[in-house]
């Protein structure tokens, strides 16, 4: 869609806003102009230069994941799962994540950011929070696909590591953490609206445990002065609870309140492991303390599930008046399976199942990811809003038959029911296809990086071990005979 023209979608159903929140309307028409949404209702009697009609098919918002690692994550596949120590509390932090991370190579870095990007946009992702490195590669990829993207240029005074597999330490160069605010802040000096406005800046002291105070009390003020998000990843293992407990006699929730930096433009990674949780023996009160103070939570539920560790619970933060969105993380980079592990989880944890129920998820992975980023004008399908939106199949093996079309998005759908994508009013996905890009090389570019990768594991993990070692596969190899 051109800025001069004039599309209007009819669609059976039409998940729209009405200044409180989301609507069914049945039979509706959403018309797009110069990249925003200038229409909702059941009819519209000015002009249209194109009409397309989907009379049997679901128009929803695009989702925002508001926690994402794209320039590596893909290569998590078939390593990651099925992984992790008691000794860590089967956290993958600390053996697992730095040997991928120490085998990956540059091209790799590329191949990785080409799949996310890919994966995100053909699974109705519209807007992401990366957190990673100031690569101008991202910026340039989100050109090209058309992804909106978030760019948390990652920074910190120093890094965690195992010597031995049995404890964790932390080395210090807080020179290093101010040189990587120093670059973040240049970043958004010349990135920052990139693509029309497609592209923003956001801060990402890495993580609560890594950074001095000084350092992530000085990203919030970058953050504060230019209005943008700063995002950190808090309680997000038990191994990180207990050392933050050590050195300051808090939890790093309440650390961070009592540092200034939590508020309404803050995101917190993860905040899984608090007060009050089956993982700690601390009393109640950071879930609390993040409604209170206004702070949003990234929730990324699949990548905790998949170890045995669930938030205690999603129902109950929300209860408490936590703005909750939720993230991608790592692998796959679905909002589909985060909307859907997230409600799944608290079911099991509240044994409830009206406990959370798709409404809610849907809401977080919307209008809470948009709150959480300071944009009321994304997440929704509302006149002024930019034009980021998501039409499902209504006659497909994962939305067929359409009565409640949010429940069938989020317990039954997947990407391949998703005929088409628009981002500010750019179709960027058609017929499950993405517009303009050779999805075959992109295959092939993430399966050639994996097999650079794997034979050189052994010389990033502390005892020396390959691929196989670290993550054994599922099954033994076959031997003739």
Not at 407 to 416: D, L, M, S, T
Not at 427 to 448: F, K, M, N, P, S
Request: aromatic content about 8%; glycine content about 12%; charged content about 20%.
């Amino acid at each position: 869609m051109s800025d001069a023209r004039r599309t209007a979608i009819r669609a059976g159903h039409v998940v729209a806003f009405d200044g409180q929140g989301h609507r069914l309307l049945r039979d509706g028409i959403v018309v797009v102009e110069a990249g925003r949404i200038l229409h909702v209702g059941p009819r519209f009697d000015g002009r249209a230069d194109e009409t397309i009609d989907a009379p049997v098919d679901v128009l929803t918002p695009g989702f925002i994941s508001t926690h994402a690692h794209i320039h590596e994550s893909p290569l998590d596949r078939s390593f990651i799962e099925d992984t992790g120590t008691p000794q860590f509390f089967y956290s993958g932090l600390f053996e697992m994540l730095p040997v991928r991370s120490g085998s990956q190579d540059d091209t790799g870095t590329a191949a990785c950011l080409d799949f996310s990007m890919a994966e995100m946009l053909r699974g109705g992702t519209t807007t992401v929070l990366e957190i990673g490195r100031p690569d101008e590669r991202v910026v340039a990829g989100a050109g090209r696909f058309g992804l909106r993207v978030y760019l948390g240029s990652a920074f910190r005074s120093g890094r965690w590591l195992t010597r031995d597999g049995r404890r964790v330490h932390w080395e210090w160069d807080e020179a290093q953490g101010e040189a990587g605010l120093r670059q973040a802040i240049a970043f958004h000096a010349r990135w920052d609206g990139a693509h029309g406005d497609l592209v923003r800046c956001a801060f990402a002291p890495s993580q609560a445990d890594t950074c001095t105070p000084a350092l992530i009390q000085a990203a919030h003020r970058e953050a504060t002065e230019r209005d943008r998000p700063l995002t950190i990843h808090t309680s997000q293992s038990v191994v990180e609870f207990y050392e933050m407990a050590a050195r300051h006699g808090q939890t790093p929730v309440a650390w961070l309140r009592d540092l200034g930096v939590l508020g309404p433009r803050t995101i917190l990674g993860h905040a899984i492991i608090v007060g009050g949780s089956s993982w700690t023996n601390w009393p109640a009160g950071d879930v609390a303390i993040m409604g209170d103070t206004g702070a949003s939570v990234a929730h990324a539920a699949w990548v905790f599930v998949r170890r045995g560790v669930a938030m205690e619970s999603f129902a109950r933060y929300r209860e408490a008046g936590v703005n909750l969105s939720l993230g991608t993380d790592t692998s796959p980079q679905s909002m589909i399976e985060a909307m859907r592990w997230a409600a799944v989880a608290s079911k099991v944890i509240e044994r409830n199942t009206q406990a959370t129920i798709a409404a809610h998820v849907f809401d977080a992975a919307t209008l809470g990811g948009a709150r959480a980023l300071g944009r009321d004008d994304l997440g929704r399908i509302a006149p002024g809003a930019r034009a980021d939106l998501v039409l499902w199949k209504g006659r497909s093996w994962g939305m067929t038959p359409v009565r409640d079309p949010v429940r069938n998005i989020v317990y039954n759908a997947g990407a391949a029911d998703i005929g088409r994508v628009w981002v500010d009013g750019r179709l960027v996905v058609t017929d499950g296809r993405l517009v303009g890009i050779d999805e075959g090389a992109i295959l092939d570019a993430l399966q050639a990086a994996g097999e650079r990768m794997w034979p050189t594991m052994r010389h990033a993990d502390w005892a020396g071990r390959d691929a196989d070692g670290l993550s054994p596969p599922s099954y033994r190899p076959w031997v003739p005979g």
